[in-house]
């Protein structure tokens, strides 16, 4: 068999140079050292592809820091329209709007292959830079030199939804269905202009037109139309693709106390401790008081050990209303539903 040395010194059965860059990188935790590696590659194709493939392993990976870094030493050291470009893409990752769009620009300036991408993208960031009227006049003249590009429809009608004009919205959103009536992202944002219209049922319609269907939108919609036995189904379905999703978690809890699902709530409510647990603590007891269920009820729809566990929690109370600030919200200010319109990352150029 025949065994190849690859310029890192490293020995290998004609290994892919993107994994044992990989390699090397978790054994050393030196992203210099990285991209010094792939400095040394003579092919500049080559060399390009590396520097990207490395770059969207680290944020991918979640080594932010190193992430950064990494970037800076591209934008310190490569002149190339793909480099710029995949720096965009990571200063967009960080909130870093500013950054993305001088990256874009010079990616435009290289003589980029994808300039309508590029322009989308930098009306999008100038939209998350709170620029939604620079946004709009940029994205605007991008369609009408690139009318067939349909990510600067959606990022377009980001735009109007920003400006609660939804029927501007729906309409550049209309015009992106007419390109491609497959792309999921536009009926999810259809979707959620009509769920923030409080149109649930079209809302509900929209969302299962997608091919990847938003479980999270699609239950807090069947939410808002009472059918809470499947936006239960729903946010279960949500939590198994995305576990880790704080927001989604706090749609769910929220709906098990509005369907009455006493034991799964205490028994997501055990997965917590710290301040998350009292939060959802506090939560359940002011939905009892609300509701005016007695102790003795209450403990009744619990079992076994569930029951045991929250005989200290419940207090007998009597039957007066909640207050408006004391109700519990389906999304808090940074929920999924707040910024419903936001293309996913593995959905655009960023």
Do not use: W
Request: hydrophobic share 40%; with cysteine.
């Amino acid at each position: 068999m025949n065994r190849k040395r690859t310029h890192m010194g490293m020995e290998d059965l004609e290994a892919d140079p993107i994994e044992l860059l990989i390699t090397d990188f978790e054994k050393f935790n030196d992203v210099e050292r990285t991209f010094s590696q792939i400095m040394d590659i003579d092919n500049e194709d080559s060399k390009v592809k590396l520097l990207i493939d490395f770059s969207r392993f680290l944020s991918s990976s979640g080594y932010f820091v190193e992430s950064k870094v990494f970037v800076a030493l591209m934008q310190g050291n490569c002149d190339d329209s793909e480099i710029y470009a995949e720096c965009a893409r990571v200063y967009f990752g960080h909130k870093e709007f500013g950054k993305c769009i001088e990256m874009n620009k010079l990616a435009l300036k290289a003589d980029s292959e994808r300039p309508a991408q590029i322009q989308s993208d930098i009306g999008l960031a100038l939209l998350k830079n709170g620029d939604v009227n620079d946004a709009i006049v940029f994205l605007e003249s991008t369609i009408s030199d690139n009318p067939s590009f349909v990510d600067s429809y959606i990022n377009l009608a980001l735009c109007f939804k920003e400006q609660k004009d939804y029927t501007r919205a729906l309409s550049s959103l209309e015009n992106a269905m007419k390109l491609n009536s497959n792309d999921s992202r536009i009926h999810t944002n259809i979707g959620c202009i009509y769920y923030l219209q409080e149109k649930y049922e079209d809302a509900v319609v929209s969302f299962l037109k997608a091919k990847d269907v938003n479980q999270n939108n699609l239950a807090l919609a069947l939410m808002k139309l009472g059918n809470l036995e499947y936006s239960n189904l729903a946010f279960e379905e949500a939590l198994l693709m995305d576990p880790g999703n704080m927001d989604i978690v706090n749609n769910y809890m929220l709906c098990l106390l509005n369907a009455k699902m006493f034991p799964k709530y205490v028994k997501m409510l055990s997965n917590f401790s710290g301040k998350q647990y009292e939060k959802y603590k506090t939560l359940l007891n002011k939905f009892i008081k609300a509701c005016g269920i007695h102790q003795d009820e209450m403990r009744s729809k619990l079992r076994g050990n569930l029951a045991n566990n929250m005989k200290k929690e419940i207090r007998k109370v009597d039957h007066p209303e909640m207050e408006e600030e004391d109700l519990p919200k389906e999304e808090n200010k940074d929920s999924e539903i707040a910024d419903l319109l936001s293309i996913d990352d593995d959905e655009s150029a960023f």
